[in-house]
């Protein structure tokens, strides 16, 4: 089983109040391909990054069974450069620097190699190349999943944006998100205004208050773990979505039962992700770890209530 | 077994994005009442009311088996009211209205026939009269549990609160309030300090985003279930602690167990106060009501996973 993923593979530098970096490693299919490598057999990622790129940074995803191939390299030119600094609260974050650089010119080439994905992750880029990731697949993997954000929500974008909606099976987005793309304040009336949109399935990610996946009339919930330190949230929306997906395709199972595993799984590598800065946490992981995190997912909502009628 | 509550009986007038009521019966007490009546076989008040309150709502509290000999009727005197208006988020509210009224002579006095209570819930008033209902209590009871808010945070009401806080078991307030309380941002910190100020058990209420229940170093955590309104949440937090407090009366177990299945019970007689303006939705309901609704967080929050080590 495999996973195909296109998104920014790039370097950030990020201030939250615990501390600052220097240029790291970032990008949101870096922290998919992390993530998702504790799960899926195969990690295919389409990018495109400048020759001031780290290459041992590829070198380390392509021992974790991570496929570079895909990811373009530009000579000459620069990688994709983001610098932010987080609030005391770190629910929100000012951004200090974009330069696209590479990101400018991108037009996602899948290699032929990467065709017969079971399951395509669109990382948060702009909708016409997620369109065209679409495009070039010569048939449907088993499962698609995209993730997208308010800025492709305006005038100029949503077009699109609602155009790939219509492709795929899991939208996963955040609280601010589906109230913007639904016009509905309720998260259930949003949910179900964008279930008619396209998606099958609606992921609305609340960050330190955890996630709601909605299908048909089902909702499920699953938490944030409560942590001492939450250091550094950057990447952890990737994280978790890499990890949704990883462990759905490992357990090859789309069904709405898995698919909560899958939650749980992707927020325990969430959780892992804003220990330290970038994804330095998610580099080494060992099994046990990620079971243990797990674990303690199922001791922070088991309860034992028998009904009496 | 039974349940001894101390707090306000009162009128509120309450505007939401929905529509606004004239003055209806609500204060603490009264909403923590109705909540426990479906659990507890007699749930004794202690309060104040003036005489212009509605004498037919005390008739009503005690066909459920509420104990009203403690409520103290001030002739020539007017009730307390509250009346505010909530903003479109639900999440936060302006006050309009204060009369604190009969509420400003509020000297509780404990009926002799009240002194067996198994549980006592302070509900949310001023730290001194909270004080004062613990030691006119001939002993302690099983269960103390203590509701309080940042009103009473301020220098001049700290140093009794923290008094009244080393003489109870369980302390349920806010996110917002445990940061108050702890000066710690995160609540895992803030849990862990309040921990060793009195309370054994620490609830931090989230509102629409769940509740937490710390206890040595263990936490549970209990969503709210997504609703498609919230009518009006005036009281939701009295319900959830009378719910709460309720079940743990009627199933005679203070373990961190049951305290885990007693929250749920509480956000689930939460998640109908806030269907309707006021009280009125939790008036009428059946067991079965109850029960359906408990299914449904099962539901929210139930995954099967196994872990592999």
Redesign the interface.
């Known amino acids: 089983m495999s996973l195909l993923t296109v998104g920014t593979v790039a370097f950030d530098a990020i201030e939250t109040p615990f501390g600052k970096t220097d240029k790291i490693v970032g990008g949101a299919a870096t922290y998919i391909a992390w993530s998702a490598s504790y799960f899926s057999k195969k990690v295919n990622i389409v990018s495109v990054i400048g020759d001031d790129f780290d290459m041992a940074e590829l070198e380390a995803l392509r021992k974790r069974g991570v496929d570079t191939t895909g990811i373009e390299i530009k000579e000459g030119k620069k990688s994709f450069f983001w610098s932010g600094k987080y609030h ?2 770190m629910n929100s974050r000012d951004t200090l620097i974009t330069d696209l650089n590479v990101l400018l010119e991108f037009n996602p080439v899948i290699p032929e190699s990467y065709y017969d994905s079971d399951i395509l992750l669109l990382g948060n880029i702009d909708p016409n190349l997620q369109m065209k990731v679409i495009e070039q697949l010569p048939k449907k993997p088993k499962l698609v999943v995209l993730d997208t954000m308010n800025y492709w929500m305006t005038p100029a974008s949503i077009g699109k944006l609602r155009e790939v909606m219509l492709k795929i099976d899991v939208l996963a987005i955040n609280d601010a998100e589906a109230r913007e793309l639904s016009g509905e ?5 949003a949910a179900k205004k964008i279930l008619k949109q396209g998606p099958k399935y609606l992921i609305i990610k ?1 960050g330190e ?2 996630a ?1 996946l909605f299908h048909e009339n ?6 944030a773990l ?5 250091f550094d949230p950057t990447g952890a929306g990737d994280t978790f979505a890499g990890g949704f997906c990883g462990y759905i395709d490992k357990s090859r199972d789309i069904s709405f ?1 898995n698919m ?2 899958a939650i ?1 799984y992707g927020s325990a590598m969430a959780s892992f992700c804003v220990e330290k800065f970038g994804a330095e946490r998610i580099r080494n992981l060992t ?2 770890d990620i ?1 243990d995190r ?2 303690d997912f ?4 088991q ?3 028998v ?3």
Chains 1, 2 share one sequence.
């Open positions: 005391l609260d304040y309720s998260l259930v009336k609340k208050h955890g709601l089902e909702v499920f919930f699953a938490p409560p942590l001492e330190e939450v039962e909560k595993r749980i099994h046990h079971e797990v674990k199922i001791d922070l909502v309860f034992d209530i009904l009496e009628d």
